[in-house]
């Protein structure tokens, strides 16, 4: 890939709305392709909103009728908002394009970040993003997560239905469980309490053209109740968590942004053509 140049778009007071920076990235996909531009990352923070791509259930919607933005990457349901680090890297993939491989070196950039904290993080197989595993958790991270027949690339999560946890906040049988009708102490904002697996970054892509759109969200210091709202990334087994919420001290953005530029360089600057897991 080209030179990695970073734009730096608003953040805290110059928080970034959603639709202008969604307008944003297709015109600079669209000079990307046209080769007017090199490999760009847009990072930002985002005013509060909700954004649901194509495989949102409305089971997975927010009970009180919050507006949500459907959008056009994959996936499914999640939210942006102060605390959050959000970046938009639009580039032209090596040929062969592999999308799971780009969603590989994101998740990659978002668990070197974390590690440089003091904190550890990991892939969950068939669950795309960067994750702090329950204290229940006995499965073996994967690096290579295949990608069943069917499965949709890309989303906020590859969504592979790898079963309950076996936690006491676990789904049960019924595809239409919704934990949040339990009460608070269920709500994923509560996964860390609960020892369950909890998503730290989560990933959202799109590629048109062989060129790359949407990107990762790191939670640095949100307010993670917001979540609460929704079934985030529509997983029922597992929550959400945040830098700080995990340290135990103030990780705010400003802090992590030289950071996650530094590991997405060496990551994405040195891609090279891979082959595709099987």
């Not at 392709?33 to 259930?57: K, M, N, S, Y």
């Not at 994959?74 to 959000?86: D, E, F, S």
Request: glycine fraction near 12%; proline fraction near 8%.
């Amino acid at each position: 890939m080209s030179e990695l140049r970073f734009v730096r778009l608003g953040f805290g007071a110059d928080a970034v709305e959603y639709g202008e920076a969604w307008q944003e990235q297709r015109r600079v996909h669209a000079a990307r392709l046209a080769e007017e531009i090199p490999d760009t990352c847009l990072l930002l923070e985002h005013q509060p909103v909700f954004t649901a791509g194509r495989r949102t259930e409305p089971s997975e919607r927010p009970v009180d009728g919050t507006p949500v933005v459907d959008v056009d990457r994959g996936g499914k349901i999640t939210w942006h908002g102060p605390g959050q680090l959000v970046g938009y890297p639009i580039l032209q993939l090596p040929r062969p394009v592999d999308v799971i491989a780009h969603v590989r070196r994101l998740e990659e950039a978002m668990i070197r970040t974390c590690a440089d904290f003091g904190l550890e993080t990991t892939r969950i197989e068939g669950r795309s993003g960067a994750w702090v595993l329950g204290d229940h958790a006995e499965r073996p991270a994967s690096a290579d997560a295949g990608v069943p027949s069917g499965g949709e690339l890309g989303g906020l999560s590859l969504d592979f239905e790898a079963g309950g946890s076996g936690g006491p906040g676990a789904r049960e049988e019924d595809d239409e469980y919704d934990p949040r009708l339990r009460g608070p102490e269920y709500a994923p904002s509560n996964a860390g309490q609960r020892g369950e697996d909890r998503k730290i970054g989560a990933i959202g892509v799109r590629v048109a053209k062989g060129v790359t759109m949407h990107g990762f969200a790191l939670n640095c210091d949100p307010d993670n109740t917001w979540f609460d709202r929704i079934v985030p990334c529509g997983i029922r087994d597992a929550g959400v968590t945040s830098l700080s919420g995990e340290l135990g001290r103030s990780v705010p953005v400003a802090d992590v942004l030289p950071v996650i530029e530094k590991h997405l360089r060496e990551v994405l600057e040195s891609a090279e053509p891979l082959p595709r897991a099987v």
